[in-house]
């Protein structure tokens, strides 16, 4: 069965350092978002494309944060600096063409937990 | 999106059926309800969704009120494997953006 698929799997890192997060999605599927989920509460979006365009980044911290789909496909998340508020599991969803369709089942990966200190 | 109300925890015994409640009492007529569950340390996965109709499907049922204000997830026999924070997400017809998660509910399933 197809996954999404999110590397890596747990990332340490240090207050001001920058870090990568990177996402392949299910085969096919046009729309693609990245979550954040502090410990304790579900998940808040971040950013949302469709194809290689965002869609959705109104909860996205511009100042640090930033996302790209280039060819539409796989996605990277940067942090740069981290802070130590950003420790969160960064989680990856896709799912095929959303508009109109209140029913399309999102499909997550495991995540990638971050770890700033 | 409007908004759903959920208890924090439950708990309930192997192999008896679960009763999960979700109070959304400002659903709007395009509101579809969908149900997500995160089991630990996983990212969340699709359990079912309903928008007027009952519905069944192979992992559980949603039960929707006949004014739509209420809705009920079943999980006709609980297993350890069922332990975990469950949604209970509205999703406008409209609206083909991501899903605005709440805290949920946490399942805890003993044996």
């Known amino acids: 069965e197809a996954e999404v698929a999110q590397s890596p799997r747990y990332k340490i890192t240090e207050k001001s350092q920058a870090v990568a997060f990177w996402c392949d999605p299910i085969?096919?599927?046009?729309?693609l978002y990245w979550y954040r989920q502090i410990l304790g509460q579900g998940p808040e979006l971040l950013v949302q494309f469709q194809d290689e365009s965002v869609v959705d980044d109104s909860q996205l911290p511009k100042d640090r944060f930033s996302a790209e789909r280039l060819k539409g496909v796989d996605s990277t998340l940067k942090i740069q600096p981290a802070e130590l508020g950003d420790s969160a599991m960064y989680l990856c969803?896709?799912?095929?063409?959303?508009?109109?369709?209140?029913?399309?089942?999102?499909?997550f990966g495991p995540g990638t937990r971050l770890t700033v200190l | 999106d409007a908004k759903t109300t959920q208890p924090n925890s439950m708990e309930s015994n192997e192999e008896e059926p679960v009763h999960l409640p979700c109070n959304h009492s400002t659903i709007s007529g395009t509101d579809y309800i969908h149900w997500y569950r995160q089991l630990p340390s996983q990212g969340p996965e699709y359990v079912i969704h309903?928008?007027?109709s009952n519905v069944n499907n192979r992992m559980a049922s949603l039960a929707i009120a006949e004014d739509r204000k209420s809705s009920t997830l079943i999980l006709h026999r609980a297993t350890l494997r069922d332990a975990a924070v469950y949604y209970c997400i509205l999703r406008d017809l409209n609206s083909g953006y991501a899903l605005n998660f709440g805290k949920g509910t946490s399942l805890l399933v003993t044996p």
């Open positions: 969803a896709s799912s095929s063409r959303a508009h109109g369709r209140a029913y399309n089942e999102q499909f």
């Open positions: 309903g928008l007027t």
């Open positions: 085969s096919g599927h046009a729309t």
